[in-house]
């Protein structure tokens, strides 16, 4: 006989105590909020070494420079365990660099070297979700060409959206 109320005290333990554990995960996960955008990195080595070289310090100065706003992520596409992950967002070309606004969902992918102002144009305009004053404002401006690049047919103009 005690040994059943032993087996019932035991049972009813466990009980409560995942119930405390499954409310808090509830309550938690109710009051987190809005998430970040996320900056994540898929570069690997051999073909396309050398565009990924170039980007590093790019990369690192919009790590420090969003630092807290942003999540930065970093993705080894050459690791066989990333193969989903690569699936998922498609990655065909070393390096692809993708933004995700707060709830996840892909907003810009870059293929390769890619501009500074680019990049930090598309982190900014997902980090709030009020455009600012100057997001507003003009609809096209012109991207900084770097001086190895500075040819005519380099010159572009990307439309911002709204």
Not at 1 to 6: C, E, K, L, S, V
Not at 105 to 117: D, P, S, V
Not at 133 to 139: A, F, T, V, Y
Request: charged share 25%; net charge positive.
């Amino acid at each position: 006989m005690q040994r059943g109320f032993r087996i019932l005290h035991r049972l009813l333990t466990i009980s409560i105590i995942s119930s405390i554990i499954l409310g808090t995960a509830i309550i938690a996960g109710c009051q987190r909020g809005p998430g970040k955008p996320t900056f994540i990195s898929f570069t690997g080595k051999g073909k396309g070494q050398e565009s990924v070289e170039k980007m590093k310090p790019i990369i690192s100065k919009l790590k420090k420079k969003y630092q807290g706003k942003v999540i930065f992520r970093e993705v080894d596409i050459d690791n066989p365990a990333n193969k989903k992950e690569l699936k998922k967002y498609y990655v065909t070309m070393n390096p692809t660099y993708i933004v995700l606004d707060k709830e996840g969902r892909i907003k810009e992918t870059f293929l390769g070297a890619a501009h500074e102002e680019m990049l930090e144009r598309a982190i900014t305009s997902y980090i709030s979700s009020q455009p600012s004053e100057k997001q507003r404002g003009s609809s096209i401006q012109p991207l900084k060409t770097p001086p190895e690049h500075s040819s005519e047919e380099n010159q572009t103009s990307i439309p911002k959206s709204p």
